[in-house]
């Protein structure tokens, strides 16, 4: 069975690595640290990155569960931030 795990440190706005979904079941998504105002973004594309569609968002330390689709691709994006300092993930 494949599994998806996903980590990263942001300390600026950006987007971090692209991953595909190997299964088609529900994720957590989740994050700790200051935001400094920013939104974090879990982003998933049906078409290999060409477009991308806003799943769920924090702006605080939290997690979510959401379903993704086996062979989408996921992102995870920080906007808005002054100066962050957030650790972010997903798990299967």
């Not at 079941?25 to 994050?31: H, L």
């Not at 920080?78 to 993930?89: C, E, H, I, M």
Request: with cysteine.
């Amino acid at each position: 069975m494949s599994v998806l795990t996903v980590d990263h440190s942001f300390s600026t706005n950006e987007s971090s690595k692209v991953s595909n979904v190997p299964l088609s079941i529900e994720y957590m998504f989740f994050a700790t640290g200051d935001f400094d105002n920013g939104c974090l973004s879990l982003e998933a594309s049906p078409d290999n990155g060409v477009n991308w569609f806003t799943v769920d968002q924090l702006t605080g330390a939290g997690r979510l569960i959401r379903y993704l689709v086996s062979g989408e691709k996921v992102r995870l994006t920080l906007t808005g931030a002054t100066n962050p300092s957030v650790n972010v993930g997903i798990r299967q």
